[in-house]
Structure formats: C-alpha cells, structure tokens
C-alpha cells in the first residue's frame, strides 16, 4: 500500500494566483515528519518546507505554507502568487520513526503567464 | 558550502557489466540514501545508512548493494548490471532522523 499518496498528477495555474497540492499520507508512528520537495526541469531535487507532527501550527517559509489537518491524515502545500519559476514537480514525503523515508509519485504544476 | 556530490553525472553501460555509482557529502552527515527515479514511480529507496558500516535495505534492493566505509561517501553497486536498472539515481544525506535530506544532482545510467 502506498505510505504517501499524491492524486494530483498534474496542475495548471495562471500566474500570481495560489494553487494548492494535496498530499495524503498513512502511518501508525505517533511522531513523525513530513516534507514537500520541488523537482526542476534540470533535475534538482530541492527541499522546500517541513511539518513535524508534534506541531499544530502549520509551516510557513516565504512564498510557502502547508494545510496540516492531522484527524485526516493530510498535509497539503499552498504555494501563494505563484510564479513561472514555480513550474516544476512536487513531491510530499514522510519519515516515520528512524528508518524510511517515503516519497509520493508527485505532481506537475505549469505556471501560466 | 553544504553540497551533496554524485559522480559520474552519466553513465553508459552494457548488460552484465559492473557499476560504481559514487556519492559524497561535506557535512558529517549520519544518515544517507540511495534512490533511483523511474516516470511515474516517484523516488524509491533502494538502501539507507546510518553510519559507516550500518546499512539497511530500503523498498528495492535488489540487484544493488552498497558501501559505506567513511562517513562522507556512499557508493552503489550493480553487480552485473541489467536493463532494467535503467534510470536516474539520486543520493542523499542528512543529519539525524527529522531533518530533511539533501539530494545530489543525480546519475542518469543506462544500460544496453
């Protein structure tokens, strides 16, 4: 069974608006960690934003925040006036306890001019 | 500069033929990974180390076995490499259990 769940395959956005990823997961772990990465056209894996479960606040880091509904299992990215650069492949993650660390399968946003 | 290193970036090899994917990090970090990366299947774990010498199998580890023998370098190796080990293998590291990994470049094989 999938541990990290992303349904969107793929999104297409207009410029400056807010688009928002959805991302569901599955653990049993009391404590874990979850993670949103950000694939580029050239490859680049890069990390954008974490939320640690102990957490109720939800994480935000610059033009980035997530949707953390812990009784649904969901950890969803909003990325707010986004930008061409923003183009790329989004990938939710999750770490429970001290071993895997599972990746969904990801989602393509197009920015739009 | 906090750098993850893979090399080679990109490798041809014939079916049967071994393979040395090798990874470094400049930051003491304990843990690392190796994933590879196929359309539509997202980033599998193939091994993860936590240390020298403390290597445990990830989801698909099969084919490949890996050496940790200093705490800055981790290498992947396809004994007898097979077509369908064809794909983008990406290394990482990080610091502890909740940090966020830090992933190389990525090593684009293909094997013929």
């Known amino acids: 069974a999938q541990k990290v769940t992303q349904t969107q395959t793929s999104i297409s956005v207009m410029e400056k608006t807010t688009v928002t990823m959805d991302c569901v997961y599955e653990?049993?772990?009391?404590?874990?960690?979850l993670f949103w990465y950000k694939q580029t056209a050239s490859g680049e894996i890069v990390f954008l934003i974490r939320?640690?479960?102990?957490?109720?606040e939800n994480a935000t880091v610059g033009h980035y925040s997530l949707n953390f509904q812990k009784p649904k299992s969901s950890i969803g990215l909003i990325i707010t006036a986004t930008q061409i650069e923003d183009s790329a492949v989004y990938f939710c993650?999750?770490?429970?306890?001290?071993?895997?660390?599972?990746f969904g399968k990801g989602t393509s946003l197009t920015v739009i001019p | 500069d906090m750098k993850v290193t893979q090399m080679p970036r990109y490798l041809i090899k014939r079916m049967g033929e071994n393979v040395l994917l090798e990874c470094g990090q400049d930051?003491?970090?304990?843990?690392m990974y190796w994933y590879r990366q196929d359309p539509g299947l997202g980033l599998q774990l193939i091994y993860i180390?936590?240390?020298?010498?403390?290597?445990s199998e990830g989801d698909i580890p099969k084919g490949y076995r890996v050496s940790r023998k200093k705490r800055e370098h981790f290498s992947l190796i396809l004994d007898s490499a097979k077509t369908n080990q064809t794909s983008v293998y990406f290394c990482?590291?990080?610091?502890?259990?909740?940090?966020?990994?830090?992933f190389g470049e990525g090593t684009r094989l293909s094997v013929l």
């Open positions: 990482a590291s990080s610091w502890g259990c909740n940090q966020a990994p830090l």
């Open positions: 653990t049993q772990d009391s404590s874990y960690f």
């Open positions: 939320q640690d479960s102990y957490k109720k």
């Open positions: 993650a999750m770490r429970e306890g001290y071993q895997n660390f599972y």
């Open positions: 930051m003491s970090h304990e843990t």
């Open positions: 180390s936590y240390d020298v010498d403390s290597n």
